[in-house]
């Protein structure tokens, strides 16, 4: 851009005589050329603290009767130093306040974290083993004043952290869930479930964890790569058809752990189905197949040849078609444990296919939601309980009791226990294990511990997913329809993420809401214990919250039940321990953010953050408000992606190949991050490593550079210079269009959270028009035009208002940078952030100009095509040696040449423009047509101080080495400092 901005225009006359540099006119500036942003930022940052810039900004724009703008912070998790995605999403959240700011908004943003949860609950509990203490060792109340503490000291350093990326906000008020108030609301949000009968008491299977020993909701799981064991297993038929009277009827499963609490086996009736009987076997094995000739075995005639291909069937036959309705089993382990001796039926389910596997479906209902559906769905309402909290086999499960199905303690907790060998043991041992293998597949996983789930039936509390209310915020709707309507109404950034969450809610089960850990919010509720259904009682659920408020979420577990029950039995009710599921909490923030707080508004205009928060926090904020006040707690959501490195792969530290962003700004500043920030595609997955950070940075330089030669050509500017309109030459006219241009497309921008058009439309601007253009044209004019020059006074004028419009629309994105030139310029002037987008008059819209410098522009990259032609021959050297012809046969190229000198278009000393096609011999471009360059050497004598060759260099006696124009200037420089020359040089 304008990186030779202070390379001088001029230097001493050859051969000796006077030095002019003193009469030129260069840039001068303090703003240095080297940023030195790592110790320039936290000036800058300590400035704005001293002057409480965020709440200095909302006081100014609500005394000037400001719209409000309110951004509700997505909560991050306080547990650790910051990473580079938490760089980014702040950063683009500070691009929306800052931003909002400019186009005159008050704008409300208060930073907030969520607290409670698992990973700092094993943060504690590390703590605690490293000092030889247990968990059940220590009482509630000091594990979870530990894991406050542990909170609090995250939130400070979280904190820190984000201020030093320059983002601003009421840092003075950040909220926490673990805050007195926050749990207070959250619980108050609660209860407002509980008295609309949205929440209920099932059991069913859920997604367990057995190594943090709770629940998880769908938006806690994740799912990796694992590799199952794999069983095909026989389950013998007892009462069926003729033909399968003496057959089985084979199931495939990955879990072989659940079949000692196998129900039932389920078929689809649209799925044909056939009995097959084993005639050989393959011959040379290493090991004897458990199938053998004649056993007959039930199949999905499209399975058969896959099933019998893994049991190292050689031959068989169809026997018959058979139809399973009505088919009853044996379970595969009655003959080893009565406690088996029960009949599985043969349930019709659409879950079934015949994609994979043998066309049947082994159905334990306590352990999966499809084989829970079915059996519920054909009367059944008994659901086993096989596998305890810790992941093992309870005492009751014949053959199997205290077994591992997963391991929770020491160095192989996570994997998966003894529990699969075992049951296929003993599938051999009764002779009903027909194959086995092992499968590569997607399993899900713990987000947070990254550790194997497990479906596992408990009890646990719910919402209502599908039960229609008539209460004002439901109208007879139910909470999916509700929350699917307020999707509807919601703007989104970029529109691809409503189908997105639209998907999730569509398909999602009843909320999952309860925990069964220590530190969290509480389900803060007694159940009847004769009806089983949760007391509905203003004054009791008034006194709850009430105590929460004043002494926190503890007071529900150390006071006893009378102090909230008041004149209520405490016998007869159940106190409810459980803890809510952190996304209940996170998404109930906009009741006490928002709601109940001076100069902010519900709902907010926008929630912001990754585009994983579709399945999390947007979704819980959506559930929660929707079920509440029947609509969603947000206008808008913006997404953005994730960070990867260079190679667009995961960050992971085992890799080596995170990015620190305090790293980052210990060596070249916060700025550089966030104009990272500023020119990646936010809604896509961004990659970030030193690669990318070195071309943010030289885009730094090239941005910083051209501020830099503003503010040196603009030194000692005074708005008298400026002149008319109708008076400026068409140069600035095209210039001060493209600011009007700029201005309409910046604010739209803006307005959709388009930051990286921004960044594009600026740098190419700085880059196009400014730096190789405007300022290389004028160059010589700023510097050697006489200050009362009218050429000059324009350029000057037009790079002031380029100055006020560049400083605020790059200030939200570069508000370090932009502040430090600010502050140059106008010491006195206030922060650049308090500033407004600076109105840019209609006027200023020059369509024909913009037309004309298209064709000067095309006709110039033919000149400058044949000056790099002779440089490369060397047969010239600067440009300033060339007079280049320039043959034009289009008339309106060369009328765009009208009022233009062509020699200081081209940054020539000559040049001529002729009508007419040119010499064959003369350099032309394929892609400017008509247009022919013969570039001929100037002629004359050179400037000594402007360089320029000239033939009317030595005419003006008083100095005899000078143009013409520069010899009047240094005349009045002279005048003007006292000196008096002669022809003869000093008198």
């Known amino acids: 851009m304008a990186d030779d901005a202070d390379k001088p225009a001029v230097h001493a006359r050859e051969g000796g005589g006077r030095d002019y540099r003193e009469t030129v006119s260069l840039p001068d500036t303090p703003f240095p050329m080297r940023a030195g942003l790592p110790q320039k930022e936290p000036q800058i940052l300590e400035a704005w603290a001293k002057a409480d810039l965020y709440n200095t900004m909302r006081k100014a724009r609500q005394h000037a009767g400001a719209p409000l703008f309110v951004l509700h912070d997505g909560p991050p998790y306080a547990n650790g130093a910051i990473h580079i995605g938490h760089a980014l999403q702040k950063t683009l959240k500070d691009f929306v306040v800052r931003s909002r700011f400019l186009l005159g908004f008050d704008v409300d943003y208060v930073p907030g974290w969520d607290c409670h949860g698992l990973p700092i609950e094993w943060k504690v509990e590390e703590e605690l083993r490293a000092k030889g203490r247990r968990k059940d060792e220590v009482s509630r109340a000091e594990f979870r004043a530990r894991c406050r503490e542990y ?589 009007r241009e700029l201005d309409q497309f910046v604010r739209a921008c803006y307005q959709a959270y388009e930051f990286q058009l921004v960044t594009k439309s600026l740098i190419e601007f700085c880059q196009n028009e400014l730096s190789s253009l405007f300022f290389d044209i004028r160059r010589d004019a700023l510097y050697c035009d006489q200050p009362s020059s009218l050429r000059r006074r324009a350029a000057r004028m037009v790079m002031s208002e380029v100055f006020e419009r560049l400083t605020a629309w790059l200030g939200p994105l570069m508000p370090f940078t932009m502040e430090e030139a600010w502050m140059t310029r106008f010491p006195e002037g206030g922060s650049n952030s308090m500033r407004v987008i600076p109105e840019t008059p209609e006027a200023w819209l020059n369509v024909d100009e913009a037309v004309r410098w298209g064709d000067v522009q095309a006709v110039t990259s033919v000149v400058t095509g044949a000056l790099e032609v002779e440089r490369r021959e060397k047969r010239l050297g600067a440009a300033l040696e060339a007079a280049p012809r320039v043959y034009i046969a289009d008339a309106g190229l060369m009328a765009a040449f009208d009022g233009l000198d062509a020699a200081e278009v081209f940054r020539t000393s000559q040049a001529t423009l002729v009508a007419g096609d040119g010499p064959a011999i003369a350099f032309r471009l394929p892609e400017v047509p008509g247009v022919a360059v013969e570039p001929l050497r100037a002629e004359g004598r050179k400037c000594a101080r402007s360089w320029r060759i000239l033939p009317e260099v030595g005419s003006d006696p008083r100095y005899p080495d000078l143009s013409l124009r520069d010899a009047d200037a240094v005349a009045a420089w002279d005048a003007t400092h006292g000196k008096a020359r002669t022809s003869a040089g000093i008198a």
Request: hydrophobic content about 40%; charged content about 25%.
């Open 151 to 739: 909170a609090a000291h995250w939130i400070d350093v979280q904190m820190q952290g984000f201020k030093r990326l320059g983002v601003i906000g009421d840092w003075e008020h950040r909220y926490s869930t673990m805050d007195y108030g926050s749990e207070a609301a959250i619980v108050a949000e609660f209860h407002k479930f509980v008295m609309s009968d949205q929440l209920y008491r099932g059991s069913k299977p859920v997604m367990w964890s057995p190594v943090e020993r709770t629940a998880l909701a769908d938006a806690e799981v994740e799912y990796h790569d694992h590799v199952s064991p794999t069983v095909w297993v026989k389950f013998p038929v007892v009462e069926g058809s003729d033909a399968a009277r003496n057959a089985s009827v084979v199931i495939w499963t990955t879990t072989p752990w659940t079949i000692p609490a196998n129900r039932a086996v389920s078929y689809n009736p649209d799925i044909a189905y056939a009995v097959y009987q084993v005639e050989a076997m393959e011959q040379g094995l290493e090991f004897e197949p458990w199938a053998k000739a004649g056993d007959r075995l039930v199949l999905a005639e499209k399975l058969a040849p896959e099933v019998m291909a893994a049991a190292k069937v050689a031959g068989f036959k169809k026997v018959e078609a058979v139809d399973c309705e009505g088919m009853v089993l044996e379970h595969p382990l009655a003959a080893l444990d009565s406690g088996y001796g029960f009949q599985v039926p043969m349930l019709a389910g659409d879950h079934v296919t015949d994609d994979a596997g043998t066309g049947f479906v082994h159905t334990a209902p306590g352990h999966g939601a499809d084989d829970y559906a079915v059996w519920l769905a054909h009367g059944h309402r008994d659901i086993p309980e096989t596998v305890d909290p810790d992941g093992a086999y309870y005492p009751t499960v014949p053959l199997f009791a205290g077994l591992k199905v997963l391991e929770t303690e020491g160095k192989h907790a996570g994997r998966f226990g003894p529990a699969n060998a075992a049951v296929m043991d003993k599938l051999i041992e009764a002779g009903h294990l027909l194959a086995r293998g092992r499968l590569a597949h997607s399993y899900p996983h713990s987000w947070r511990s990254k550790a194997p789930v497990i479906f596992r039936n408990t009890p646990q509390w719910f919402i209502r997913m599908d039960e229609p209310l008539e209460d004002a915020a439901h109208a007879g709707r139910t909470l999916r329809e509700t929350a699917l309507e307020a999707i509807e109404a919601t703007a989104f950034y970029p529109e691809p993420g409503r189908n997105r969450i639209r998907a999730m809610v569509e398909s999602r089960p009843d909320w999952l809401i309860s925990r069964q850990r220590a530190w969290g919010s509480p389900l803060a509720m007694f159940v009847d214990r004769e009806s089983g259904y949760p007391l509905h009682d203003a004054d009791v659920n008034g006194r709850i919250v009430e105590l929460i408020r004043t002494e926190g979420a503890d007071a529900w577990f150390t006071r006893p039940a009378s102090d909230f029950l008041g004149r209520l039995d405490p016998e007869r009710y159940e106190k409810i321990e459980d803890i809510l599921d952190v996304w209940f909490d996170s998404g109930s923030t906009h009741a006490f953010v928002l709601e109940g707080r001076p100069n902010t508004h519900w709902p907010a205009d926008l929630y912001l953050e990754g585009s994983d928060q579709h399945r999390g926090w947007f979704q819980s904020s959506l559930l929660e408000s929707a079920g509440t006040r029947g609509r969603a707690p947000y206008d808008a959501i913006l997404t953005h992606g994730f960070t990867m490195d260079e190679n667009g792969e995961k960050m992971s530290k085992s890799k080596g190949n995170t990015v620190d962003p305090e790293q980052v700004i210990r060596e070249s500043g916060a700025q550089i991050i966030r104009l990272w920030a500023a020119m990646i595609d936010y809604s896509d997955d961004s990659r970030i490593g030193k690669t990318v950070l070195q071309t943010t940075s030289d885009a730094y330089r090239k941005l910083r550079n051209t501020v830099r030669y503003l503010l040196g050509a603009l030194a000692d500017y005074s708005p008298d210079e400026a002149v008319e309109l109708a008076e400026t030459p068409p140069l600035e006219r095209f210039i001060l269009h493209r600011l």
